[in-house]
């Protein structure tokens, strides 16, 4: 049973650098959703696909973000400009178009700004 | 912004007690569901509970949910070194689309062998 999964797992950049992450979902899964998590904190919504398109995006999602799902599997999340506060955690989870069915998470990509 | 709180924010006991954690919410929702962080790793699924469900039991886990309160409880019982972690709570709003997640804060348990 393949799960969601990350890469990298973890990424060190420069400032000002861009950065782009890859999450590959659960292969039947057609809902893919990104999250953000800062230490000691709980996961923060940042956008969400429904096969290749893109239905949700935060606030917390600046423009200096973007994500897409070109064929409805996997999805890219670029940060351009990176600044300190982007350090996180960035968690990917995938579902099934089910509200009774949970979403299924990735081991995430720790990003460290310098 | 975080959905709502847990409580508490950090729980220490022995390996063969018992570790209850609450979690209170704000919104009206669709499910309440439970999940488990390692340090560094993803979150592990562990329940989910609807709306119209009061109690859910899976293995040494038992959850509980009051609608009427918006709250809701975690129990792990007679629990092992390997339950150490960080537990969440996390709603889906009532008629939202895309069931995109809100978190509580989270409780971190360690659990001394």
Redesign the interface.
């Known amino acids: 049973d393949t799960g969601v999964s990350q890469d990298p797992r973890h990424k060190i950049t420069k400032r000002g650098q861009n950065v782009t992450f890859r999450c590959d979902p659960i292969s039947e899964h057609n809902r893919l959703y990104w999250y953000r998590q800062t230490l000691g904190q709980g996961p923060e919504f940042l956008t969400y696909f429904q096969n290749e398109a893109q239905l949700e995006k935060s606030r917390l999602l600046s423009d200096r973000f973007s994500a897409e799902r070109p064929k409805g599997s996997f999805s890219t999340l670029e940060i351009q400009r990176t600044e300190q506060g982007d350090s996180a955690m960035y968690l990917c989870a995938s579902s099934l178009e089910d509200t009774r069915q949970p979403q299924h998470f990735g081991d995430g990509t720790r990003l460290s700004i310098l | 912004?975080?959905q709502g709180e847990e409580d508490p924010q950090a729980l220490s006991i022995q390996e063969g007690e018992n570790a209850t954690m609450n979690c209170s919410y704000k919104t009206s929702i669709?499910?309440l569901?439970w999940?488990r962080q390692n340090s560094?790793?993803?979150?592990?699924?562990l329940i989910?509970i609807?709306s119209n469900e009061r109690e859910k039991h899976s293995g040494r886990l038992r959850v509980t949910l009051d609608t009427s309160k918006k709250s809701s409880s975690l129990l792990i019982t007679a629990s092992r070194a390997a339950d150490t972690a960080s537990y969440?709570c996390?709603t889906?709003a009532y008629k939202a689309?895309?069931?995109?997640?809100?978190?509580?804060?989270?409780t971190r348990v360690l659990v001394k062998p």
């Open positions: 912004s975080q669709n499910n569901q999940y560094g790793r993803g979150l592990v699924h989910l609807r969440f996390a889906d689309a895309g069931n995109k997640l809100t978190f509580g804060g989270g």
